[in-house]
């Protein structure tokens, strides 16, 4: 598990006063940073070799301002090519939104997924949770 | 079906070249306005009366820098008081990215899910979709 | 002058029911696409010559959720290899916030402000304010 | 002087490869949360007291998606009823980004600025540059 602290600004407060919907994908990407370390060590952009292809995102309970929020980050799923994130977000002592991002390891320059390489899916697999929240 | 353009900035590319995954949900969100406007005409927060359960995105092809995305918005479920709302991104004659959101009409002083009104429920089924892409 | 129309996201408005200071540089930037041609024609990114030096942002008054914004876009100084872009985004028939950035005509391999060719210079003549709001 | 280390998130990256300008005005407003605390301890909107009338942003340097950066925000002028906050993005040993925001001492019912308390103003004073970079 990687655990990401954020602070809210005051501007991921919508009108409701709670932390808006649109703000929680940038988030969880941010908290994604480890993972992407394992493919792209470098972080450069020119071999970049992850595509994001899918994610869904449950708001349980709202996040308010005045409290940091910690991201916390699982592999959920590894797939051949693909694997899946799983990912939620606690102010206090509650969970507030729920995450799973489908990944896909991609090579941009033949436009096709290739397969996760052994010593990376060793890797993820010490980060694998199998039951979920 | 609402159909909305919205022209990509400068800083929605990423270091890909691509509209970055974290865009979506705002321009979604924006091109769910006149929804917002059945269950609010006069968009004050005061009375807000609906809440985001979820959502989910899925990212189909990719967005680029130098063409107009035009955002089509149907409704695809209509519940008690929950509703699920289709979206599609379209860049030139190519579906992008499609999402998938719950919404809940909701009484936020009773913190209670309530009952969308049958006028609203009428106006939704005009923009009804039975099937999906 | 170039009119862009922006709708207000819900999640542009922060806690205090108007449309949060973060959101304008997005929105400037967005209505100076216009500009950007004038340079990168096919706003591709390999060549690209522009490099963003500052900006400044007024904020006169607030910017609500419930009308179109309409935002002007001029071009207030034109130097040898920087110019300066004039921004005014309007809500009704109300000024409301005022920007002024200054970009520099750029190449990226050699790390250096390049002039700006005569042709770009007497396109750019045809948006200039001499005075301003 | 207030220290805050900001993790870039991918979709801060534009295409240019570095972190687009609009990202900014984020960060120095997250940056400026223990000023915020001053007026309003309890960070909350119904009384908040602040209103942001303006800002600057010069991008002296390109910030890059590899590694942290450090906000340092700092008073750089106090008023009767509005202040300054002088704010430097660093990565690394290289300043990159300096911003400049004026905040003012505002009644929201009243609609009017006010005076900054003395106790407030103390620990502002604390925190006062004179010079700059």
Known sequence: MYSLT?????GDIDGL???NNTVMPGWFEQARNPIYR???PEFKFDNWNLILARYEVDFVAQLYFDQDVEIRTFIS????SSF???????????????GRTVL???????????AIPDDI???M?????????
Chains 1, 2, 3, 4 share one sequence.
Not at 6 to 10: E, Q
Not at 77 to 80: E, M
Not at 104 to 114: A, I, L, Y
């Open 6 to 10: 954020v602070t809210p600004k005051f």
């Open 38 to 40: 394992y493919f792209n």
């Open 121 to 123: 899916r060793v890797t």
């Open 17 to 19: 006063g709670h932390v």
């Open 125 to 133: 697999a010490e980060h694998l949770v199998s039951g979920e929240n």
């Open 104 to 114: 896909v390891h991609f090579d941009f320059n033949e436009q096709r997924s290739v």
């Open 77 to 80: 799923k590894i797939g051949r």
């Open 84 to 98: 899946e994130v799983h990912q939620e977000a606690w102010q206090g002592e509650k969970l507030c939104t729920k």
